[in-house]
């Protein structure tokens, strides 16, 4: 299957910081999904993203989609203890294939 | 909103035994996608149907089947359950997977432990 590397694997940072990760693959991708999962629950939808260069956001989350369609960015801004959970990208390579999971960042956030 | 709804909620099996899963996608979605995820990984693809009809196979072992159902919803049926069958199950259902523009959208999953 798919490898797609998402770091950091993990983040320990003080409220009201600003947040960063990202999703690469050696692939090229047609579609990137942005999900948070908290513990024993399902990944709900954060941002989707389906053209190269593509700079959407959603409240204090911003997402791209990289210009080489190799990779994508998350960012939260001015974090809070709610951000706190494990976030996944998800690509997919062309319309109708699976989706393929990063391997996840755990985000806590220090009150 | 209705959300995609998932039972049973939690299951424990034994060795050996069979299980069904269901999924109910959100009203108008006609695509279903099923995933595994041990602790601490990342959800594994199993297989997705659209309009029901198989159109995507990921890792799923030959012990489990699944089909989509004439109103959508989907089943996962998993038989001879090994202790490594333990997981997560989530279901995750989208509008229009031959087109473009697909949002995927989880349900709470099925916690299957097999003892």
């Known amino acids: 299957g798919q490898q797609l590397n998402q770091s950091p694997q993990s983040m320990f940072i003080q409220e009201g910081e600003d947040v960063s990760m990202n999703c690469t693959s050696s692939s090229i991708f047609n579609t990137w999904l942005w999900y948070k999962q908290d513990p024993g629950e399902g990944p709900v939808l954060l941002i989707a993203l389906y053209k190269a260069g593509e700079l959407t956001s959603n409240g204090r989350l911003t997402a791209q989609f990289g210009i080489t369609r190799k990779d994508s960015f998350l960012n939260i801004s001015a974090s809070i203890p709610s951000d706190v959970g494990i976030y996944f990208c998800?690509?997919?390579?062309?319309?109708?294939?699976?989706?393929?999971f990063g391997t996840g960042t755990s985000l806590t956030v220090i009150p | 909103a209705a959300g995609v709804i998932q039972s049973p909620r939690h299951l424990i099996k034994e060795k050996r035994e069979t299980a069904t899963l269901k999924c109910y996608p959100i009203p108008r979605h006609d695509t279903v996608y099923w995933y595994q995820q041990g602790p601490g990984q990342d959800p594994q693809f199993l297989i997705s149907f659209y309009e029901k009809m198989q159109s995507d196979k990921g890792s799923i072992p030959d012990r489990f089947s699944a089909q989509q159902f004439s109103d959508y919803h989907s089943e996962l049926n998993m038989s001879s359950l090994e202790l490594g069958d333990s997981a997560l199950y989530f279901c995750?259902?989208?509008f229009g997977q031959g087109g473009t523009n697909e949002k995927l959208f989880f349900g709470s999953g099925t916690q299957l432990s097999v003892l």
């Open positions: 995750a259902s989208s």
């Open positions: 998800a690509g997919q390579l062309y319309t109708g294939n699976q989706f393929y």
